[in-house]
């Protein structure tokens, strides 16, 4: 079966109108948990309010738009290499870029179609390091949320008086209703939308598009 065969995949049927979890449910459970801790019931407001406050500390309009940006970047040091420029040389992935240059050779007229396979090739390469500093630079901005450090000594305060299992599920339900996109799937996904657009450009003179041409390389080798 074709799974592309509508727009349900495309689009993301089964999240159609809903999450895994609902709201009502995350709040049945933090109710129930609540009412269990009695005078201690601060506990797990503390603790909700400080995980509502990590779960916007990235939104995923940023994280993709992050991951775009990344993309463009990769895309500015293949033309800049291309044209003898110097203005991204400081870039750390500039030296990688350069070597690829001297080893892969790609003969069209359009630079843009040039630029683009080199693109093509390095994108692997400079997503991993990419996605992997992306990654401690997240982490940077939730430990500068100071009550984020109290996180887990309020869950273990609350499952030391009513167990772990209903901290169990209710972090579960908050997983599936408030971290729909995380922030590195988000940034992936913005890193492959640049990606789709340079695949899918096309080669004025040869009428193909980007990946055509990448896949003619791949099977000229």
Not at 80 to 89: F, I, M, T
Not at 146 to 164: M, P, T
Request: charged fraction near 25%; charge should be negative.
């Amino acid at each position: 079966m074709n799974v592309f065969e509508n727009s349900g995949q495309i689009l993301g049927f089964e999240a159609l109108g809903t999450t895994k979890c609902s709201l009502q449910r995350v709040f049945e459970l933090a109710n129930e948990i609540r009412g269990r801790l009695g005078l201690r019931k601060d506990l797990l407001d503390s603790y909700l309010s400080h995980i509502f406050e990590a779960a916007n500390c990235t939104l995923a309009y940023d994280s993709a738009n992050d991951g775009f940006e990344a993309g463009s970047w990769l895309r500015r040091l293949c033309f800049d290499v291309l044209e003898g420029k110097e203005a991204c040389k400081d870039h750390l992935f500039y030296d990688v870029v350069t070597k690829e240059f001297e080893e892969h050779s790609y003969i069209y007229d359009d630079m843009h179609t040039v630029a683009s396979l080199h693109y093509i090739s390095l994108s692997e390469h400079y997503l991993k390091q990419a996605v992997l500093d992306y990654w401690h630079q997240q982490e940077q901005n939730l430990s500068k949320i100071k009550s984020l450090s109290k996180l887990n000594d309020h869950y273990n305060k609350i499952v030391h008086l009513i167990g772990e299992g209903p901290m169990e599920q209710l972090n579960q339900a908050i997983m599936e209703r408030f971290f729909i996109v995380p922030v590195i799937p988000g940034y992936l996904q913005g890193f492959t939308n640049d990606l789709l657009f340079c695949l899918n450009h096309r080669d004025e003179k040869t009428n193909k598009r980007i990946f055509q041409l990448w896949m003619d390389h791949l099977s000229s080798r």
